[in-house]
């Protein structure tokens, strides 16, 4: 059996973090991760798919979604017939999280910031019901190619996807909702790749950060006075979540939003970490540690934009 790779810097840094709870995340971090599924609602709907997976001995339970279910009972549910057909998708519970607390509308032009490989531009597809408008951006040339796929696989006809940069976007005030997953260290993989955290380094979380930062403002310039942002990511470095909120709020017209989850343990936003102070407020924003709800970790914060 092959053995976890946690690096001693990360393991310093969380023990930390995570005090007396440290013997309990790190375990829960060498442990494989349960599966979960999304529905596609845009194709069949839960009542009629759920049923026809429980007879062919899937043990499904609903989750915080009509739409998300975990999964037992099955080792490959990507070769099914009802995966290739893209009845469902195969997500993480926690990934569902930040789409959901997004939250967008029927009608509404949207953002999907950093979209490939499209499980969250589903979600945001599902719950518009195929309508407006759900602009998918990715930079990656493979990584497009699979959000294309995916796209149609699917049968989201709402989405409008673009090769590009979003840090090249120039306009302002245009969306009414954004979803910025953005790319980081990658952290809360350690439980779906033993061998996730073998390029991490408190470098490489540094780097990620100034990148980070850089596209929440540009996520944010996009955004109409009142719209409303999602940043996330699975990792759960201060220096990539709070810090980076915080870059956004330093500058004004720029307030958190509180999020509830029914039936999902999330803890507080940190207020402060390492010296830096981040506030009070930042409490409204969501960490998830993975042994809370046997989950990948995650964190994600919700951001209106005001309009003074």
Not at 3 to 27: C, H, L, N, Q, V
Not at 137 to 152: A, D, I, Q, T
Not at 159 to 168: E, N, S, Y
Not at 169 to 175: P, R, S, T, Y
Request: glycine share 6%.
């Amino acid at each position: 059996m092959k053995k976890t790779f946690i690096p001693d810097a990360f393991r310093e840094k969380y023990s930390g973090i995570m005090r007396s709870e440290s013997e309990k995340f790190f375990s829960c971090c060498t442990t494989k991760i349960p599966k979960s599924l999304w529905v596609n609602s845009l194709k069949i709907s839960h009542e009629k798919l759920i049923p026809v997976l429980e007879e062919k001995g899937w043990k499904l339970k609903a989750l915080f979604n009509e739409n998300s279910f975990s999964l037992e009972g099955i080792e490959k549910p990507g070769q099914s017939d009802e995966f290739k057909q893209g009845l469902f998708n195969l997500q993480e519970k926690s990934s569902m999280l930040p789409a959901i607390a997004l939250s967008p509308e029927p009608g509404q032009l949207v953002l999907d910031a950093t979209a490939a490989p499209g499980n969250k531009t589903l979600q945001l597809a599902c719950m518009m019901q195929n309508t407006g408008k759900l602009i998918a951006v990715e930079k990656n040339v493979l990584r497009f190619k699979s959000l294309k796929f995916n796209m149609k696989k699917f049968s989201v006809k709402n989405v409008i996807a673009k090769r590009m940069d979003l840090l090249d976007a120039k306009k302002e005030n245009l969306f009414d909702k954004a979803l910025l997953d953005a790319p980081c260290s990658s952290e809360g993989l350690v439980r779906k790749n033993y061998e996730a955290l073998k390029e991490w380094s408190p470098a490489l979380v540094e780097r990620k950060s100034e990148l980070q930062m850089k596209l929440i403002a540009k996520t944010f310039m996009l955004l109409k006075n009142g719209g409303e942002m999602v940043y996330s990511t699975c990792s759960l470095g201060p220096e990539e979540n709070e810090a980076v909120v915080q870059s956004v709020l330093s500058k004004g017209k720029a307030e958190l939003m509180p999020i509830k989850i029914k039936g999902f343990e999330t803890r507080k936003g940190l207020v402060e970490y390492n010296g830096n102070a981040f506030g009070k407020e930042m409490e409204k924003a969501v960490r998830i540690y993975p042994q809370d709800n046997d989950s990948q970790a995650f964190f994600f914060a919700k951001i209106r934009k005001t309009a003074t």
